[in-house]
């Protein structure tokens, strides 16, 4: 008898983290103080435009610190500090893989020191100095993008020449070159920038209106087939966010549609849908009940996005929050989503209004307008051409 094989868990898209963040490299082959340096060198440079962390150990010639923080010698698991300046948080536990991505998930780039952590790109330092120690360390050369070389050093070594093939096509820069440096992380930043996606929220039951309103016809066509061409010139896939028993019918239409699998949560269900699809890309999300959306509106969008925050959105010409449902939110948003949910929240403008974005002042306030009920659709028929 042939038993079907039997999968435990369900299949989901998984983000592509490394052991902290999306884009991480680790820095080995040099002192670590040499690490450091070159690693706040490249921080400063690139934190003007990215949220940028930096992963270490405690050394020996550190200034002396007690062996555990008080709170913690006490018994506590953890301790918050406000040190006027900045934060501290003392955990007592060790933190995994899992939680070291919670803690660096609104971060665009994570530089370590490889001779205490890995990540899952490196750049490798040739230091004679090191020349032992990189060498123990040849199993971490995994996904080398970068050479350097110390003032001590004119070639790759050859063992590294071994341990990666490829070596003769990556660059390689002498380590006081900063400006070149700083220009590959620049350069891999914005390749790594997410790709840009749109879903039309067309799965709500629309009381108010007392019939679909995403089937209106404001402009010859369906509202939410119109909206859908609206944003195919912004964005690399168009999807039509639906309730699950509206699928076929829309598919029959030629449209991607992306049904709800967050059920019972209205708009945010659909967002943490679309990412549950794909978590490494943008959504740019509108709602189908903007009739007055047009293509200006969404390039204003589009070119002042920034790619560093959570999401970017518009400010609300009727009371200045985040208009949360024609926004740009980025693959960082997805694990905020999921925190607010687990807090027993599904109003993506509390997210926004509790989380780092780009607000904009819309160009045409009246292209933010939406319409729920009969009142108000006579009303923006007035000012549609």
């Given amino acids: 008898m042939i038993s079907k094989e039997h999968k435990k868990h369900s299949l989901l898209a998984r983000p592509a983290y490394g052991n902290f963040a999306r884009n991480e490299w680790a820095m ?4 670590c103080g040499d690490i450091k340096a070159l690693a706040e060198k490249v921080i ?3 934190s003007p435009l990215y949220k940028c962390a930096y992963v270490d150990a405690a050394h020996a010639h550190d200034d002396a610190q007690p062996d555990l923080p008080a709170p913690l010698a006490a018994g506590a698991a ?31 780039l994570v530089l370590a020191n490889g001779n205490h952590h890995q990540a899952k790109a490196q750049v490798v330092i040739l230091d004679k100095r090191k020349r032992a120690s990189l060498q123990k360390r040849l199993s971490q050369l995994t ?35 900063t400006d070149k440096i700083v220009a ?8 790594a920038k997410p790709v840009l996606n749109g879903l039309v929220l067309a799965g709500g039951q629309s009381q108010r209106m007392g019939r679909d309103k995403g089937a209106i016809a404001w402009h010859g066509r369906e509202q939410r087939f119109y909206m859908a061409d609206l944003l195919k010139s912004s964005c690399e896939e168009v999807a039509i966010s639906c309730r699950p028993e509206q699928q076929a019918e829309l598919s029959s239409s030629g449209y991607k549609t992306l049904p709800d699998t967050f059920m019972g949560l209205g708009p945010y269900g659909a967002i943490l849908s679309a990412f549950r699809e794909q978590p490494d890309v943008a959504w740019l999300v509108v709602a189908c009940d903007l009739p007055l959306l047009d293509a200006q509106t969404l390039q204003q969008l589009t070119a002042q996005r920034n790619p560093a925050m959570v999401a970017t959105t518009f400010e609300s010409p009727h009371d200045g929050f985040p208009e949360p449902l024609i926004t740009i939110w980025e693959p960082k948003s997805y694990p905020v989503l999921l925190s607010f949910l687990a807090q ?10 509790n989380s ?9 306030p009246d292209a933010l307008r939406n319409v729920n009920t009969p ?7 007035q000012l549609l051409p």
């Avoid at 953890?78 to 919670?102: L, M, V």
């Avoid at 993008?145 to 002498?174: H, S």
Wanted: glycine residues 2%; contains cysteine; proline residues 6%.
């Fill in 375 to 381: 009142e108000e659709l006579e009303k923006v028929k």
């Fill in 356 to 364: 780092d974005i780009q607000l904009l002042k819309p160009q045409y």
């Fill in 78 to 108: 953890a301790a918050y500090t406000d040190r006027i300046s900045y934060h501290q948080f003392d955990f007592k536990q060790q933190p995994d893989t899992f939680k070291f991505r919670q803690l660096f998930s609104e971060t665009d």
């Fill in 28 to 31: 080995v082959g040099a002192p």
């Fill in 344 to 353: 027993g929240y599904t109003c993506p403008r509390k997210v926004l209004r």
């Fill in 143 to 177: 996904n080398v993008t970068l050479f350097l070389l110390a003032d001590n050093a004119v070639e790759v070594f050859d063992f590294v020449r071994e341990a990666v093939p490829a070596w003769r096509d990556l660059p390689i820069y002498k380590l006081s070159e």
């Fill in 184 to 191: 590959f992380f620049r350069q891999e930043m914005q390749r």
């Fill in 44 to 46: 400063s440079a690139l």
